[in-house]
């Protein structure tokens, strides 16, 4: 089954915000929906030249400070579910998005407090950097891969349902049954159109994919966000204003931005550019990956990784071996939290971790 990347739908948010680009109201209004915060700590960097190529870093909050109390109790505490570093090239005419794992370990550099607190750097998670707000992140993740990022996007649980919901739900086809009762998932295998809450409960199945690990549930993540963006970018949506302006309304009101992004202007030039990029020039990379030496059920760049990061930073494509077969399924890294005694199989080498976004989602 085709999958796109893990968060990709932010991309899709602002491709269509481009519609709106002449209706000054609308856009006074769904600027003021957007929530901003630092890029970095310290002085931001003067973006690149219009029409250069651009790195956004995607992420997905896992946050319980919410306003429901659906996801549990907030303590004050979020991590990045999901990390995507998507790289918009110089022409225009590709993107390559790599899915960057939660439980990477590394380094994590020093961070100034930029509002939520300051880090001192250590030994850690990549994901626990948002801990720290999205500059921590932001520094965390040039420290992983030697990318200069130009911005980035944060999206937490309730605004993923917040935009599924705008959409009326997102088609996707299972070819099993999937039920997990941790996370309150329930759908039968086959075609089906899912509400927001199902749509997120996909995403973050662990129990009801592979090994239960958190590269295992990487293609459903996946999977969704494909969704998302197909839905969001289609005429059923582009060309009624009233599905499009509930769907912007949403969107806006569920994302935070650094400020090279807070004018809704903004959003609708990068629109433009990501929508002159084909499908089939839309490339989807798992950061490749080998277990941690200290930990194996962590995972740490495998020396490919160096290879993909090396692309991103010169602007040429991250392409897979021409030669090598498509894969079945993203293999685990190793133990789900469930069992523990598990023994971590070999990760895929980085011709398994490629996809591209030219397939329909129930094909392929």
């Known amino acids: 089954m085709h999958r796109r990347g893990r968060i990709a739908a932010i991309l899709a948010v602002a491709a269509v915000m481009v519609v709106t680009g002449g209706i000054a109201g609308t856009l006074a209004h769904l600027r003021g929906n957007l929530t901003t915060a630092p890029l970095r700590a310290a002085t931001e960097h003067a973006p690149r030249e219009s029409g250069g190529a651009m790195d956004i870093l995607l992420l997905g909050s896992d946050s319980r400070d919410l306003a429901g109390s659906s996801f549990g109790t907030g303590d004050g505490s979020r991590r990045s579910d999901a990390m995507v570093l998507a790289h ?208 194996r059920n962590r995972v740490v760049p495998s020396a490919e990784a160096g290879a993909v990061f090396e692309a991103l930073a010169d602007d040429v494509p991250v392409l897979a071996d021409p030669g090598g077969a498509e894969p079945e399924e993203d293999t685990g890294h190793g133990a789900p939290e469930s069992s523990p005694e598990a023994t971590a199989p070999a990760p895929p080498s980085l011709d398994a971790t490629v996809r591209t976004a030219d397939t329909d989602l129930c094909t392929g």
Not at 104 to 121: K, N, Q, S, Y
Not at 138 to 148: I, M, P, Q
Not at 188 to 204: S, Y
Not at 208 to 234: C, F, K, N, P, Y
């Open 88 to 295: 918009l090239s110089g022409d225009d005419d590709r993107i390559d998005a790599v899915q960057l794992p939660r439980d990477t370990l590394m380094d994590l550099p020093r961070c100034e407090d930029t509002g939520d607190g300051a880090f001192p750097g250590g030994p850690g998670m990549l994901n626990s950097a948002l801990n720290f707000g999205p500059a921590c992140s932001v520094s965390a993740v040039e420290e992983l891969t030697g990318v200069r990022i130009d911005h980035f996007v944060e999206l937490d649980f309730e605004g993923f349902i917040a935009i599924v919901e705008a959409l009326d739900g997102v088609a996707v086809c299972l070819p099993e049954a999937l039920r997990d009762p941790y996370a309150d998932l329930d759908l039968p295998a086959g075609e089906q159109v899912v509400d927001g809450k199902d749509a997120l409960a996909l995403a973050r199945t662990r129990h009801a994919v592979g090994d239960g690990s958190d590269i295992a549930r990487l293609g459903h993540q996946q999977m969704v966000m494909s969704a998302v963006v197909q839905e969001a970018t289609s005429s059923r949506i582009v060309s009624r204003p009233d599905r499009l302006y509930p769907f912007l309304d949403a969107a806006t009101s569920s994302l935070t931005v650094d400020s090279g992004l807070s004018r809704v202007s903004d959003l609708a030039g990068l629109g433009a550019r990501v929508s002159r990029v084909a499908p089939e020039d839309i490339t989807f990379v798992t950061m490749p990956w080998e277990p941690a030496p200290t930990d």
